[in-house]
Every structure is written in C-alpha cells, then in structure tokens.
C-alpha cells in the first residue's frame, strides 16, 4: 500500500482542474502581452486595481433610516440569443445596445460563435456587428475580436456618436485586471459595414498608438485613462487620455482625434502637471453614451443625474443625502454630497467641483457647505456616526466607490458667535507625519486593497469613546520584496476637529502568512466600511 | 524566453501549475489567468534581460501573491456584476470535490504548503524560501495538514510502510 505522502501526492494531482483553454496559448500570452504594454502605455500601471463600483444602488447607508437615494446604473443588456440574428450559425452569450445610423434606429451585437456549447467568455470566437436598420438581423461584421480576456471577454462597451454625424461608432471592450481595455469601430452603411477605427499621426505629435483605435478605461489607484468628446466650432474631437497621479500633481497626456469614416486623425496633443483633483477620469459613459456590460457600474455621471436645489450657487447634481443630528440640537438635518454643473447643465464633467453641505435649521436649505472634496469617484453621502462621542454624527463621506472604496469625514458646526455654520472635512492633528498623516492633512482611508496591499478598518471603543483602527499592508506582488509584507497599524482618536494619533505600529511579516486583520470585511464605529452595502 | 522555452513550460509546467494555484484558491479560472499572468510578466522580464532562475517556482509565487488579490476582486466583482452570461461550471469529479473540500477546510498556509508539496513537489527547503519562513515551519504546517488530509479523505497506511509519517526532504 502507498504511503499517505504518496497517496496525497496522486490523488491532489489527479483532482487538480486542468487548464480550459484551447487554442495556440503561445498566441493567447502574446496578446495578453500586448494588452498589458498597450495599457500602460495608456498610462495604468502600478499598483492597481480595477474600478468596479457596486451598483449605485448597493450604496445605501447604515444605521438607523438613513438611506441615499441612488442613481440607477445603466442596466448591462445581456439576453437570450435570437435564433442566429440572421448570421447563418448559431450563437451566444450576445450583448446588444442601440445605435443610430443615419438618424435611424438599429443596433449593435457583440456575440460568440457557439461550437458545441457555448464557450466561456474570454474563449471561443467573439464578434461585433450592427443591424443597421433594426430589423432583428446583422447587416455587417467586423473582422474577429482578439484579446478578449477571460473571465469576462469582450462586451458591448457603448454607442457614441464621436464626431457628430448622426451615426453611431461602436465602442467594444475587454475587462482586464487593471480597468478596461476598448476599441472603437465605425459603422457605414454603402456598403454595409463594421470596420475598426484607424489611428493616422501624418504630423507624429500624437501620444498615442498609430493603427486600430484603442484606449483604457480605467482609474486605478495611481493611474487613470480614458476619453471624452469636445464639441468645437469646427466640429467635434474625441480626446484620449492618459493620467499618472503622482502626488501631489498629475500627469496628465491627452491626444486629439478627428474621426471620420474609418479614419482618426491626430490633430493635437498636449502634456500637463494638473492637481490631481482636476485630472480627468473616466465615468460611466463615453461622450454622453451610458457604458453595458460589467463597465455600466463605472462610477458617477449617471445618464440623468438628479439634482437638488438646496440654495447655493446652483443647483446641486448627482446628489445624495442622509439626516441626523449634525450639531448635537436633538434634531435631524441633512447633509448632501454632490457636483456643481457646468455651463448650467450636469456632464460628466472631469473638473466638477464635488462639495458636502449641511441643513442645520431644516428649512431644505443649505447653511454651510465645504467645497472641493479630494479624489471624488462618485462621492456620496455614506454613514452617519458619532466618532467622537459628542452626541453629534459626524458625516462619512464615499470618496471613491470602486474596488477600494475611500472615505474622508466631514462633521458640522452650527453658528456660535460670530461663525457661520459649516460643514469642515475632519483633519489630522499635528505631530503625526511619522506614522503617515502630514499635519493638517485630511484625513482619508480606504478599506479592502488589491494588487499588492490590503487596508481595512475597525473601531475600539464606540460609542464610548471611539478610536478609529486602520490598518495597511503592501508588498510588491513580483520582485524583490514580495515575500515580505508591510503591516501597518495606526489607531486615530477624534479631538476638537481633528484625528490625533494615539498608537501606531509597524512590523513586516512573510506575504505567505494570514494578515492581522480581514480586509473582506471591515466595520466597526457603527459603519460597514467593505463590503459597502 | 523565446518562443521554444515558452512552449516547452506550457506543456511542461503549466497545467501543473493551473492546477496547485486551483487548489489553494478553491476557483481553477482565476487559477488559470493568474499563473497566464504571471508566464506573461516573466516573458516581459525576460525580455528586459532579467534572468529568472527557476521559472516555475517564480511562476507559482507569482500566481498565488496575483491570487489573493484575485480573491478580493472577485468578491467585489460578485457585488457589482452578479450575473455573467456563460457556460454552466462543469461539475467536478467526486474525488476532486472530496480533495477540495479537504483543502478548503485547512488555513491557507497550510493549505499552500501542503499544494506545494504534494502537487509541485517543492523540498522543504523550497517551500520555506518561497514562503519566507523556516523549515520547521513548513515541517510543523506540513504535518498538521497532513493530519488533516489523511483523517478527511480516509485515507490508511500499510504499517509496514517505512514512510510513517510527512516526508522530510
């Protein structure tokens, strides 16, 4: 009889999955390759992390009846295939989205041949065509998708109309691990047809990649890529973008496009140093097109945001809201978190100023506000909590909602004396740049992690006396260094206004070995801070 | 890494590899992509003239470091995208539900040491070097998971077996 070693040995081997794909892997890692030097190239590389926000809905505050009223995302179209679409063969797993062509209705289908099955996605043989006059079949194809990266493949992305012609281009996209890689195609009807879209640089001022027009979709933890359309006097450009945050300014390279047909022109392209609040950021849709599939979730500028006059400058969009007692009175008021609208009208614009404003008196008016939060990515309102024991809620704001979702807390002040009231971010206390909080800083965190660190966050002592807990790791995931992880621990107390440090630890441990603390699953201080529900 | 070398490690060292990262994960397609992943940056280290001396062992660190990232992603992607358009999982054997139950009932370190061991037939020696800690470590994780392996799958040694207890390379 074998020993257990070897029985272990053979039966863990022969109850190991086996690899699925099929095909030349050689050409599939190739590919894959090429997708990684394509984004980084768009400018995402580092320590990153793919931005899928929850769906709006799942934000919905804790504790108590506060509750956002969330903005429905677009909704990913994923049907029951039609018989074939009037292809000829059978297929599956077929996303579909609208389109116009000429002023007139149709749509667009990204869809896999199905050949005994229906294979996973990212596998098998994937396409974009168009029903160029919605009758329910396919008048074009494009020639086969590549690079369609499991385990979600290629989607339908969106259906812009990047130069204005009345015709949509098809925007397809493959999810890797760091955001969105996407392709635009034109579609032209004499002859029929679903091509993509070709980059030309006749001057070579571009920073971008000559040939098929690809850009990334991503906003990552040091990085951010994407493009949006400028409507000129002279006709409409389609700007792509490339964004490395270095703190505290960020570099930011942008290239203009002038599409027509098939062709993308490069007309212009600049290089700027731009505080990293105004850097652009890619939102859920592209040139005022709602983003399908999985990308549909990308944070902020929902297609009709909802706004709220609540008395300042202008009316306040994409608002979200909770009540509790900010200043301690015995009565509810209300906070919002949300963007002024340029131009008079809510875009998803890359520079919105998001500001936090507070009704203290309830007459739905705001009576103070703080203007310019750090980092938004479809800041909201969060939670309320009293993180100081004052009998006061302070106001947990939602600073980015993505993979790592960041926080920053805001309380308010009701007039005494001569002050206004007002709605303040909560600071860090001199004396605690050591461990990481330059003075003065705001104070924001972040819970969960991904490539390469973690971070999670809990409370001692509420509602007593609270202490904010939170903890970070980081390693290099290759390399030198990724057997040894940083773990830092750092426990902030609440104090006149501002997060004085009153602990903090640092030690290394092997990366093999279990954290010190769950970053699935961070609450404590009456918040779910991750998952966020 | 040219051409010919990567081919040779897929067919060598690859499904091996799919399938250790598979069972410390619990999930055989990220498995899939995050050992992808990692061939694709050895490639790319290679190709800057970086020399990786044992490309299987970096693969598999790799892989799994890509791994417990995966396993945070995934969980938000199940929040945010609950239903992706796709074939039905294939159902595992009964023996590999069995070794994965098995597995999944261990801690994660000893889950690894033990796929390590027994899967990539790693010595001591290199499971400590890949998880940065000692030999009697690995030793101690190896036994206990051992333990823990045999009494779930029911497994018997014949008492004459010389090898009564965790190999010790």
């Given at each position: 009889?074998?020993?257990?070693?070897?029985?272990?040995?053979t039966?863990?081997?022969?109850?190991?999955?086996?690899?699925?794909?099929d095909?030349?892997?050689?050409?599939?890692?190739?590919?894959?390759?090429?997708?990684?030097?394509?984004v980084?190239?768009?400018g995402?590389?580092?320590?990153?992390?793919?931005?899928?926000?929850?769906?709006?809905?799942?934000?919905?505050?804790?504790?108590?009846?506060?509750?956002?009223?969330?903005?429905?995302?677009?909704?990913?179209?994923?049907?029951?295939?039609?018989?074939?679409?009037?292809?000829?063969?059978p297929?599956?797993?077929?996303?579909?989205?609208?389109?116009?062509?000429?002023?007139?209705?149709?749509?667009?289908?990204?869809?896999?041949?199905?050949?005994d099955?229906?294979?996973?996605?990212?596998?098998?043989?994937?396409?974009?065509?168009?029903?160029?006059?919605?009758?329910?079949?396919?008048?074009?194809?494009?020639?086969?998708?590549?690079?369609?990266?499991?385990?979600?493949?290629?989607?339908?992305?969106?259906?812009?109309?990047?130069?204005?012609?009345?015709?949509?281009?098809?925007?397809?996209?493959?999810?890797?691990?760091?955001?969105?890689?996407?392709?635009?195609?034109?579609?032209?009807?004499?002859?029929?047809?679903?091509?993509?879209?070709?980059?030309?640089?006749?001057?070579?001022?571009?920073?971008?990649?000559?040939?098929?027009?690809?850009?990334?979709?991503?906003?990552?933890?040091?990085?951010?890529?994407?493009?949006?359309?400028?409507?000129?006097?002279?006709?409409?450009?389609?700007?792509?973008f490339?964004?490395?945050?270095?703190?505290?300014?960020?570099?930011?390279?942008?290239?203009?496009?002038?599409?027509?047909?098939?062709?993308?022109?490069?007309?212009?392209?600049?290089?700027?140093?731009?505080?990293?609040?105004?850097?652009?950021?890619?939102?859920?849709?592209?040139?005022?097109?709602?983003?399908?599939?999985?990308?549909?979730?990308?944070?902020?500028?929902a297609?009709?945001?909802?706004?709220?006059?609540?008395g300042?400058?202008?009316?306040?969009?994409?608002?979200?809201?909770?009540?509790?007692?900010?200043?301690?009175?015995?009565?509810?008021?209300?906070?919002?978190?949300?963007?002024?609208?340029?131009?008079?009208?809510?875009?998803?614009?890359?520079?919105?100023?998001?500001?936090?404003?507070?009704?203290?008196?309830?007459?739905?008016?705001?009576?103070?506000?703080?203007?310019?939060?750090?980092?938004?990515?479809?800041?909201?309102?969060?939670?309320?909590?009293?993180?100081?024991?004052?009998?006061?809620?302070?106001?947990?704001?939602?600073?980015?909602?993505?993979?790592?979702?960041?926080?920053?807390?805001?309380?308010?002040?009701?007039?005494?004396?001569?002050?206004?009231?007002?709605?303040?971010?909560?600071?860090?206390?001199?004396?605690?740049?050591?461990?990481?909080?330059?003075?003065?800083?705001?104070?924001?965190?972040?819970?969960?992690?991904?490539?390469?660190?973690?971070?999670?966050?809990?409370?001692?002592?509420?509602?007593?006396?609270?202490?904010?807990?939170?903890?970070?790791?980081?390693?290099p995931?290759?390399?030198?260094?990724?057997?040894?992880?940083?773990?830092?621990?750092?426990?902030?107390?609440?104090?006149?206004?501002?997060?004085?440090v009153?602990?903090?630890?640092?030690?290394?441990?092997?990366?093999?070995?279990?954290?010190?603390?769950?970053?699935?699953?961070?609450?404590?201080?009456?918040?779910?801070?991750?998952?966020?529900? | 890494?040219?051409?010919?070398e990567?081919?040779?490690?897929?067919?060598?060292?690859?499904?091996?590899?799919?399938?250790?990262?598979?069972?410390?994960?619990?999930?055989?397609?990220?498995?899939?992509?995050?050992?992808?992943?990692?061939?694709?940056?050895?490639?790319?280290?290679?190709?800057?003239?970086?020399?990786?001396?044992?490309?299987?062992?970096?693969?598999?660190?790799?892989a799994?470091?890509?791994?417990?990232?995966?396993?945070?992603?995934?969980?938000?992607?199940?929040?945010?995208?609950?239903?992706?358009?796709?074939?039905?999982?294939?159902?595992?054997?009964?023996?590999?539900?069995?070794?994965a139950?098995?597995?999944?009932?261990?801690?994660?370190?000893?889950?690894?040491?033990?796929?390590?061991?027994?899967?990539?037939?790693?010595?001591?020696?290199?499971?400590?070097?890949?998880?940065?800690?000692?030999?009697?470590?690995?030793?101690?994780?190896?036994?206990k998971?051992?333990?823990?392996?045999?009494?779930?799958?029911?497994?018997?040694?014949?008492?004459?077996?010389?090898?009564?207890?965790?190999?010790?390379?």
């Amino acid at each position: 009889m074998p020993s257990i070693d070897d029985q272990l040995r053979t039966r863990m081997r022969d109850a190991a999955p086996k690899p699925t794909g099929d095909g030349d892997m050689v050409e599939h890692l190739a590919a894959r390759k090429r997708r990684r030097a394509g984004v980084r190239r768009a400018g995402t590389v580092g320590l990153v992390v793919v931005v899928l926000a929850g769906t709006t809905g799942a934000f919905v505050a804790l504790g108590r009846a506060f509750r956002t009223e969330p903005i429905p995302g677009t909704s990913p179209t994923l049907s029951q295939p039609p018989p074939d679409l009037g292809l000829g063969f059978p297929i599956c797993d077929v996303m579909s989205m609208p389109i116009t062509v000429a002023g007139a209705s149709g749509n667009a289908y990204v869809f896999t041949k199905a050949t005994d099955g229906c294979p996973k996605p990212g596998e098998g043989h994937r396409f974009v065509g168009a029903d160029l006059d919605g009758n329910g079949t396919v008048d074009a194809t494009a020639p086969e998708l590549t690079d369609c990266f499991s385990p979600v493949g290629c989607e339908a992305f969106a259906a812009p109309d990047v130069n204005g012609d009345g015709t949509s281009e098809i925007a397809v996209s493959t999810a890797g691990a760091d955001g969105y890689g996407v392709w635009l195609y034109a579609v032209t009807t004499s002859p029929a047809a679903v091509e993509p879209i070709i980059v030309v640089d006749p001057q070579g001022i571009g920073n971008v990649q000559t040939g098929p027009l690809q850009f990334a979709w991503v906003d990552v933890v040091g990085h951010s890529g994407g493009a949006r359309c400028n409507a000129l006097p002279n006709g409409t450009t389609f700007t792509i973008f490339g964004v490395d945050k270095l703190d505290p300014n960020a570099d930011a390279r942008f290239t203009d496009l002038r599409i027509a047909g098939v062709t993308a022109t490069v007309v212009g392209a600049s290089h700027d140093r731009v505080p990293i609040a105004d850097a652009p950021v890619p939102r859920n849709s592209l040139c005022g097109a709602p983003l399908y599939g999985s990308a549909s979730n990308f944070p902020n500028a929902a297609p009709n945001p909802k706004t709220v006059d609540i008395g300042l400058d202008a009316p306040l969009c994409d608002a979200s809201s909770l009540e509790a007692d900010f200043d301690g009175d015995g009565k509810q008021d209300t906070a919002w978190v949300g963007t002024f609208p340029t131009n008079g009208t809510c875009v998803a614009s890359d520079t919105s100023a998001a500001i936090a404003a507070v009704d203290l008196d309830g007459d739905g008016l705001a009576d103070g506000s703080y203007e310019t939060l750090p980092r938004c990515l479809l800041c909201r309102t969060y939670a309320t909590t009293d993180l100081n024991a004052d009998g006061a809620s302070e106001l947990v704001v939602l600073l980015q909602a993505s993979a790592t979702p960041e926080y920053a807390i805001y309380g308010a002040s009701s007039v005494t004396g001569g002050d206004s009231p007002g709605m303040s971010p909560m600071l860090v206390a001199t004396g605690n740049a050591e461990n990481g909080f330059p003075d003065g800083s705001q104070l924001t965190f972040s819970a969960a992690g991904d490539e390469g660190y973690s971070s999670a966050v809990q409370c001692e002592g509420y509602p007593d006396a609270p202490v904010l807990v939170l903890w970070r790791s980081e390693h290099p995931v290759e390399g030198p260094g990724a057997d040894v992880t940083d773990v830092h621990e750092t426990k902030l107390q609440l104090v006149s206004g501002s997060f004085a440090v009153v602990d903090a630890r640092h030690f290394t441990q092997p990366t093999s070995d279990p954290l010190p603390f769950d970053s699935l699953e961070s609450s404590g201080c009456g918040v779910q801070w991750f998952p966020p529900e | 890494m040219d051409e010919v070398e990567l081919r040779e490690f897929l067919r060598e060292r690859y499904p091996r590899l799919v399938g250790a990262v598979a069972l410390v994960t619990g999930d055989a397609a990220s498995a899939e992509d995050a050992v992808q992943e990692a061939i694709v940056r050895a490639w790319e280290r290679t190709e800057r003239g970086e020399q990786i001396a044992a490309l299987d062992r970096w693969v598999a660190a790799v892989a799994l470091n890509l791994s417990r990232s995966r396993l945070r992603r995934l969980r938000v992607e199940r929040l945010a995208r609950p239903k992706l358009v796709g074939a039905p999982p294939v159902q595992p054997s009964g023996d590999r539900v069995d070794i994965a139950r098995a597995l999944a009932d261990l801690p994660r370190r000893q889950r690894e040491v033990a796929v390590l061991r027994y899967v990539l037939d790693l010595s001591t020696e290199e499971i400590a070097k890949q998880m940065r800690t000692s030999e009697g470590t690995v030793k101690s994780q190896l036994f206990k998971a051992r333990a823990h392996l045999a009494d779930a799958l029911s497994l018997v040694e014949d008492p004459d077996e010389e090898n009564s207890h965790a190999e010790h390379r």
